[in-house]
């Protein structure tokens, strides 16, 4: 049975291949995002209150790590292979180590319809995963240039919606607990799909927009969107066997690490790496990876992390 | 009615860019400024606001005839290369004179 919240989307996606007039208001778009960030952050907050912070340590290190590895590993690839400017390679290399807090959204949407349980400090990964990539996307469209305004850099990083929503529910779920949380939870929680469905209709239009542009870059571009969140589903699954996580957390890992940044990364990649082409990361991460990982790629990486699961135990 | 002439210079950019203009526009010393959020086409095609990323702003700015050229040769200097921008000048007439 196909998701609802799927459908959704490519409603969304039909509507905006076939010009139709429907158009989500900036500000709709821009509320719906934050309860989805809001929900994400407070669900997580609750349950970092149940464990020990020093015992999640070593797994946001990890996932630190993991999104240096994954820039590096794309960035030779763009500049190589696919013949892009230094400074665009370096770009679009930032969109695919960074996450996507609506990927992240619709697998655990995906993992809850099917009562799969996974590790609840995820939300936390998530942030932690956001930020790396920009940095090392910096440095190789730069160098360690004295030029690179820091402190600016770090604002916007820093600073950005995603990430002061996203520690702003963990702390308010940490400190408020779940008797806490329990007057606001009908519309953080119970609402939360109606929310992402929404959410997915306009991801969809914005979707289809950049299939045009798509066009004009050609097949490598489109291998790469496809290609790339493979390969990093697989370093997901592989530390999420390493860490010991669950098989939901697993997948949940492959996806976070499968995904690629449309809203943080874009932003401070603007400012400061401004001669790169946003058209060419935009149209790679929205116009491919995001509808792939919605439609295949998260069944695909739940299959790899169960996989993992089942080899291990022989 | 006692009129002054002044400059009315208009920018219209990526709203990626709005934190960064802000700051140069007090540095080059602009009294006050007006932004609201834009979207058409251009040379760089849509921008249509649909998202974040796509959005234009628009940023007026009263001030007199030298402050508006520092303004419009830095931003050209600056920002023409990399970024969607247009930006143009236009006279106008004010009625209090102090506050640009």
């Known amino acids: ?79 190589y292979l696919g013949r892009f400017t230094r400074a665009d390679a370096a770009s679009i290399a930032a969109h695919y180590g960074s996450v996507s807090v609506g990927t992240f959204a619709v697998v655990v949407a995906y993992l809850g319809s099917r009562q799969i349980a996974f590790e609840e400090h995820m939300p936390l990964l998530l942030v932690m995963l956001e930020v790396p990539a920009i940095l090392v996307g910096i440095v190789l469209a730069r160098g360690l240039s004295r030029k690179t305004r820091w402190r600016s850099v770090a604002h916007e990083v820093f600073l950005g919606k995603g990430i002061v929503l996203l520690l702003g529910g963990l702390l308010i779920g940490w400190v408020a607990g779940p008797e806490g949380l329990k007057p606001i939870e009908p519309l953080f929680f119970d609402l939360f799909k109606g929310f992402l469905a929404v959410f997915l209709l306009e991801m969809g239009l914005i979707t289809a927009k950049q299939l045009g542009s798509l066009r004009l870059y050609g097949p490598f571009l489109i291998a790469f969107g496809i290609g790339m969140p493979l390969f990093s589903a697989l370093v997901g699954v592989g530390l999420g066997w390493i860490l010991g996580l669950s098989v939901g957390g697993t997948a949940v890992l492959a996806t976070l690490a499968a995904s690629a940044s449309y809203i943080a990364v874009p932003a401070a990649m603007r400012i400061s790496v401004p001669e790169a082409n946003p058209t060419l990361s935009l149209s790679a991460a929205l116009g491919i990876t995001f509808p792939f990982n919605v439609l295949l790629g998260i069944p695909i990486y739940y299959a790899l992390a169960e996989w993992a699961h089942t080899f291990e135990r022989g | 009615m006692h009129s002054h002439t002044r400059k009315l210079l208009t920018v219209i950019t990526e709203s990626a860019l709005e934190g960064t203009l802000v700051r140069d526009l007090d540095r080059l010393n602009a009294h006050g400024y007006t932004i609201t959020d834009a979207r058409g086409k251009g040379s760089r095609g849509v921008r249509d606001a649909g998202w974040e990323a796509s959005g234009n702003i628009r940023i007026e700015i009263v001030c007199d005839s030298e402050t508006a050229t520092a303004i419009a040769s830095y931003f050209r200097e600056h920002y023409y290369d990399d970024y969607a921008m247009i930006l143009f000048i236009s006279d106008i007439d004010v009625l209090r004179s102090e506050k640009f």
């Open chain 1, 1 to 79: 049975m196909i998701d609802p919240i799927i459908l959704f989307f490519l409603l969304g996606a039909v509507a905006g291949l076939l010009r139709s007039e429907l158009r989500l208001p900036a500000a709709v778009y821009e509320f719906v995002s934050i309860i989805l960030l809001l929900a994400i952050g407070l669900k997580g907050g609750v349950e970092l209150a149940k464990q020990p912070f020093a015992s999640l340590l070593p797994h946001m290190l990890a996932v630190v790590a993991m999104g240096f590895l994954l820039t590096l590993v794309a960035f030779p690839v763009l500049r």
